[in-house]
């Protein structure tokens, strides 16, 4: 499963802004962390492992 790791300063918040991207193909699917969560909470609760297998076949 394809995962890329984004950092860029935005400069309308006035902060780094830190992101994964997960997969390679299909619709894309944006899941924001919970509040005060950080930028790999959805992959360390396992939301991600939860969609493995749409991921891998490019569904999302």
């Given at each position: 499963?394809?995962?890329?790791?984004?950092k860029w300063h935005s400069p309308n918040?006035?902060?780094?802004?830190?992101?994964?991207?997960?997969?390679?193909?299909?619709?894309?699917?944006?899941?924001?962390?919970?509040?005060?969560?950080?930028?790999?909470?959805?992959?360390?609760?396992?939301?991600?492992?939860?969609?493995?297998?749409?991921?891998?076949?490019?569904?999302?």
């Amino acid at each position: 499963m394809k995962e890329e790791y984004f950092k860029w300063h935005s400069p309308n918040l006035n902060r780094e802004i830190e992101m994964l991207v997960f997969g390679h193909a299909g619709y894309p699917v944006i899941v924001f962390p919970t509040s005060m969560g950080s930028y790999h909470e959805n992959k360390d609760m396992g939301l991600i492992d939860s969609a493995k297998w749409y991921l891998e076949q490019g569904l999302i």
